[in-house]
């Protein structure tokens, strides 16, 4: 199991940036595919970034490409999104969660294939 702690939420105009990050403890960290989820209030929880254990492949929702960057720094046990030219829809509480296997070099991203989460971050973007 990994334990996951999400900071950086917080109140963001429309266009501006915000940056959030999920400090990881446990020795798998660098062993675990990571991913970021939102959900927004009367929706289900949705799938935003992931990145490879490795760091070399990531993936995105539609929504987010070209806007969102997740990365991580295994040596930090520490996974970052950076949100750029936010959005009123962007508005959520942020999951930040592990995969519940180690090593798996593919990403389907929906939240069973992640174990661990975090308590969540709101992100509120202001029009």
């Known amino acids: 199991q990994v334990q996951l702690v999400e900071s950086g939420g917080g109140l963001v105009q429309a266009g501006g940036s915000r940056r959030l990050s999920c400090a990881a403890s446990g020795r798998s960290f660098s062993s675990r595919n990571m991913g970021w989820f939102r959900q927004a209030p009367g929706n289900e929880r949705e799938f935003v970034a992931a990145i490879i254990w490795s760091g070399g492949r990531t993936y995105y929702a539609d929504s987010v490409k070209g806007r969102f960057t997740i990365s991580r720094d295994n040596a930090k046990n520490t996974v970052y999104l950076q949100m750029n030219s936010l959005k009123p829809e962007d508005t959520a509480v942020y999951y930040c969660?592990?995969?519940?296997?180690?090593?798996?070099?593919?990403?389907?991203?929906?939240?069973?294939?992640?174990?661990?989460w975090g308590q969540g971050t709101q992100v509120t973007v202001s029009s």
């Open positions: 969660a592990a995969d519940s296997r180690a090593w798996r070099n593919t990403i389907v991203g929906v939240p069973t294939e992640f174990g661990s």
